[in-house]
């Protein structure tokens, strides 16, 4: 049995647990534990072996770098900035895998977890605790790892949901008091007003969304104030839902699943988001093996997923992780997202991005790059939108597909991928 009273101690005790050769996880995004992840890498010469599973972090991950990667080892399940050049060098590893399963790696035991480090909210008169905007994997984490170590903040939101937790189930916990991660996003470019405009006319009323953290998903968000009785069940939102809650667009009424709720696995974004969440019972935070799951999303009408692309070439093959072999980012939910919307009564996968690069390169291109992932595959696809036009390339063939694509890239471009296309599709 664990103690019914939290046993809190200094940051060097609680990581003083911690073994060689032991695997351990980290919450992540917002609620990144960076007081303990800090104490852990300062024992860094006493240890070897340590593995280090999570998805998307922030703070400095500095036990991705010299010296401390010496002793740790990342392999992660999502690539963030904070540990991108890790992940694509010796220190570090990334695992493959929907958003929507990663809590069968700790339930299966396939990853077997020795010790979580968490950050949750003081314990209320009953000795709850809230896991605050970052639930996705960190439930299942909590339930299988051996010890659970806990930062404990008056400042990490009391979240509605599923994040709530025991005292009982912390073995040891540090108090801190600290604003948890931000994130502010800027302005969309004029680029991406237009992408937003023209996602947001896909957009009817009723339509549960789902978007991710970005300016595109703001700009299509902008420009939804005069749409009713939208919903959200989404793997994760950001500051750009407020002012559609405040104005009555957001409502859920029509939802399935979880009628007149606004459903997620974790958030990030400004003080003022995390105010919103603050013991707000409209918003439920469930882990992403729920929020993710196909079967859950497509019970709900009209479900409309807009996702990103690093590029898409002429059939409709989706890279959205890496640029080439580099590994960017991750599989994350676009593909739990965009199955589920196309199987959803009306529903719309859409794939959102600029027709080419900031240095002006093309991300409509005859093939993907060499060593490119295919994050969502040809059969996958419907809606593909650039600031030139909406396409539709469900139901249509390959030839038919290379030149719908074209007609919204850039049109600088259009001629030679025109030229690409007759010599693979005409022959």
Do not use: W
Request: glycine share 8%; hydrophobic share 40%.
């Amino acid at each position: 049995m664990k103690p019914q009273t939290l046993k809190i101690v200094t940051p060097q005790e609680a990581v003083s647990v911690v073994k060689s050769n032991s695997t351990l996880f980290f919450q992540g995004a917002a609620m990144t534990p960076n007081t303990l992840i800090d104490a852990l890498c300062d024992r860094h010469e006493e240890l070897e072996n340590i593995e280090i599973v999570q998805i998307h972090t922030h703070g400095s991950a500095a036990y991705t770098e010299p010296p401390f990667n010496k002793t740790f080892r990342l392999k992660s399940c999502f690539v963030g900035g904070n540990v991108r050049k890790g992940i694509n060098s010796m220190a570090g590893d990334y695992i493959p895998i929907f958003l929507s399963e990663i809590h069968l790696l700790f339930r299966r035991r396939i990853i077997p977890l020795d010790i979580a480090f968490i950050q949750v909210s003081p314990p209320d008169i009953h000795g709850y605790c809230s896991l605050g905007t970052s639930v996705d994997v960190t439930l299942p984490a909590i339930q299988m790892a051996r010890l659970v170590i806990a930062q404990i903040n008056p400042q990490v939101p009391r979240t509605h949901g599923d994040g709530i937790i025991h005292i009982k189930q912390i073995d040891y916990a540090i108090e801190i008091d600290e604003a948890i991660h931000a994130s502010v996003i800027g302005e969309p470019t004029e680029v991406e007003a237009i992408i937003g405009k023209e996602v947001a006319s896909l957009v009817e009323d009723g339509a549960t969304l789902q978007m991710g953290i970005g300016n595109i998903p703001n700009a299509v968000l902008h420009n939804l104030s005069h749409h009713q009785r939208l919903g959200i069940h989404t793997e994760m939102f950001s500051d750009g839902i407020l002012p559609l809650v405040e104005n009555g667009v957001i409502t859920g009424e029509d939802k399935e699943i979880k009628t007149g709720k606004i459903v997620t696995s974790f958030a990030m974004g400004t003080q003022k988001l995390y105010d919103f969440l603050d013991d707000n019972p409209i918003v439920h935070f469930k882990e992403a093996g729920y929020t993710n799951d196909t079967a859950i999303i497509r019970k709900n009408p009209k479900v409309t997923a807009i996702n990103s692309a690093i590029e898409i070439d002429l059939t409709g093959q989706v890279c959205a992780d890496s640029i080439g072999d580099y590994q960017y980012s991750g599989v994350g939910g676009q593909m739990d997202f965009i199955r589920g919307a196309s199987l959803s009564p009306d529903g719309k996968p859409i794939i959102a991005m600029a027709s080419q690069t900031q240095r002006g390169v093309s991300k409509i291109t005859p093939y993907l790059q060499r060593g490119a992932s295919v994050t969502t595959t040809r059969a996958h696809v419907h809606y593909v939108v650039t600031e030139y036009g909406v396409v539709n390339l469900f139901g249509k063939g390959l030839a038919e597909r290379a030149r719908a694509l074209i007609s919204i890239a850039h049109p600088h471009h259009r001629e030679e991928l025109e030229r690409q296309a007759f010599d693979r599709f005409n022959r």
